[in-house]
């Protein structure tokens, strides 16, 4: 495949919730009103604030104006998506992986009807989440390859569609870390990277801050390399890495959790406690996660080493659970003719 200070996390959160209206306020306000993106955007903010209680309140109207939002052509099925992706990364936040699944298979129907390449691409990154965490890495990978294939089938592609390739790439080298498949999650890394550099470069387009960028792709190898079972790089990269150049408290308390599991391998536990402990301060809901609070479970331990060849651990053992048939569209190469399902275990 050709080819994803921790103190201002505080204030960043005072600022949305002073300029954000009630929940309350928000909905007798917006009853009936079609979707739109300043809705969709006021959303965001909450979830890169950390605001997952606020969010969740204000998702069921959004979530109804969705359903509505596809019967208003490309542009309403595009937005429908968008919240649909945002309702699967809530969802994953709280550990409801089938419901994540769930709002994931919606995501990327409405994103087919776009036709739009990065719209898609969104879905697919949304999609792999619970297909990762269900043991479903190779159907990831193959949302994921579709995507960044598409992304990239043009020569001078938007600044868009390299801001997409790039985080696609990124959560495509997560996902084939998972799968024990170092050599490309160490290039799916590396183009990220280059894309990165390459984004920077381009024209951006007016009012858009691109998602991808150096510090991104930092936080990511972070649990890339630790995935790989190559903690010492792992904790490296989150050595090198300034808290402050990430976006928003979400993504800043991401890179103290991923720094404290990577710790805990190595039996460092004062020093996973103290990343912890940033973790409560960039975003205290993000703190009271299931996977936070129990940050790495004895069966799932990486074994710690240098540096270099090694064997990879063992697959996860997984529970069994009633599977849950998703469909997630993805445009076939030269059409947009492609459908794949594949099942969803939930837990």
Known sequence: MERRSLLGGGVFLTATAALAPSNAVWAASHRG??????????????F?????????QMLPLLLAR?????????????????????ASQLAVKQGRTGD??????????AAYRTGDPVVLAAAARAAATPLRRTGRTQQAMYLLEQAHSHLTAESRPSAAALDAAGTVALTAAYTAAQDHQPHAARDLAARAEQTARRLTHAHAEAGRRPELSAPQCALYRIGIHRELGDTDTALAYAAALDPAALPNPERRARAATDTARALLDTGDAAGALTQLRLVELAAPLEARRPSVRAPDRPDRRRPARTTG?????????????????VRVPLPGRGSFGLSRPWSLCGR
């Open 100 to 109: 994540a699944g769930a709002h994931a298979e919606r995501a990327g129907t």
């Open 33 to 46: 009103i079609r979707l739109s993106a300043a809705d969709i955007a006021a959303a965001r903010q909450l």
């Open 309 to 325: 060849p090694g064997r990879l651990r063992p697959p996860n053992r997984r529970t069994k659970a009633t599977p849950l048939t």
């Open 66 to 86: 969705a359903q509505r939002g596809m019967e208003a052509g490309s542009v309403g099925a595009a937005l429908a998506a968008r919240v649909w992706m945002l």
């Open 48 to 56: 890169a604030a950390g605001a997952y209680d606020r969010l969740e």
